[in-house]
């Protein structure tokens, strides 16, 4: 996947921006904080090793979390 701004620069990025504050994890790609703003001046290599460890930060987010946002959200809540 190559970063929206910056073609050519590979990133995991899937354009939804929410940090978990408990784990400090995005929820739409698994970065952190650190890391995505990082993310420019990393190698293609440090790229790669952050990469590998996103398929299971975000398998942790989903099993801890419950995503109740929208419409579904607001009919679980009675609204």
């Known amino acids: 996947m190559d970063d929206f701004r910056h073609p ?3 990133s995991p ?7 978990d ?3 400090g994890f ?3 790609c698994g970065r952190t904080r ?16 952050v990469m590998a460890t996103l398929p299971e930060r ?3 987010l989903t099993q801890r979390k419950t995503r109740r946002g929208g419409r579904r959200g607001r009919m679980a809540d009675g609204g």
Request: charged share 25%.
């Open 58 to 60: 975000v398998a942790t």
């Open 34 to 49: 650190g890391e995505i703003g990082s993310w420019l001046g990393y190698t293609p290599e440090e790229r790669r090793s």
């Open 13 to 19: 990025c899937v354009r939804i921006c929410v940090v």
């Open 26 to 28: 995005c929820i739409g």
């Open 21 to 23: 504050p408990e784990t």
């Open 8 to 10: 050519g620069i590979e």
